[in-house]
C-alpha cells in the first residue's frame, strides 16, 4: 500500500514548454485533488475530482489541465509553464481522511 | 477572500514549553477541522482532528481547542521538542464526501533546543 504518489520529484522547465505532474493512490478514493505551495500563501487548490470522468477547478485553476480517467491516476497538465508556476506542487487523495503525496517541486525558468 | 486565518506565521519556542496556533473560519457549515503537520520536503500529514460537538480533544503533547461560539480553534503541542519543528496547517470542511477542505495559511514552528 503505497498510498499517494507523486512523479517527478523535481523538475526544471523553461518558460512556454508543457508538462504532466503525475499522481496515482491506491487507496480506492473517489475525491483526489491538487495544490500548489507557495512561501507564505498555504496550499491554494488547482483542480479537484470526486470521481472518474468528473473534475472541477478550485481556486488557482489558470494554466492547468486535468482529467481523471480511472480511480486510481490524477495528472496534472501544464499546457505553456510561466514563472508564476514555480511551486510545489502536492496531489492529496480523500476517503475520511485525506492523505498527501510527497510533493513535486517545479521550477520555470 | 480567506474562510480560515491562522497565525502566527512563525513561531519560536524553547524546549520544553507551550506552542500554541490559532484558527478562525467564517463558514458556519464547517463541521470537521484536522490540523496537518509538514517537515521540510515532506507532503502534509495528518496530526490530529476535532468535530464541534466537543470542545477539546487531546493526543499525546497535542490538543486541539475549540470554540464554536467564536468560530475559533487552536493547537496547543505540550512540552514542545526540536522534533516538533515543522510547518503546521489547520483547516476546515464541511460534511459529505466531496466538501473541499480550506487551509490557513500554515504557521512554521521552531523549537530551539
Redesign the interface.
Known sequence: NAG?TQTPKFQVLKTGQSMTLQCAQDMNH??M?W?RQDP????R?IH?S?GAGITDQ?EVPNGYNVSRSTTEDFPLRLLSAAPSQTSVY?C?SRGQ???????TRLTVL | QQQVKQSPQSLIVQKGGISIINCAYENTAFDYFPWYQQFPGKGPALLIAIRPDVSEKKEGRFTISFNKSAKQFSLHIMDSQPGDSATYFCAARGSGGSYIPTFGRGTSLIVHP
Open positions: 499517494v473517489e475525491y485533488s495544490y507564505g500563501m498555504g496550499l487548490l479537484y470526486v478550485g502536492f492529496a481522511e485525506q492523505f498527501f503525496g510527497p510533493g
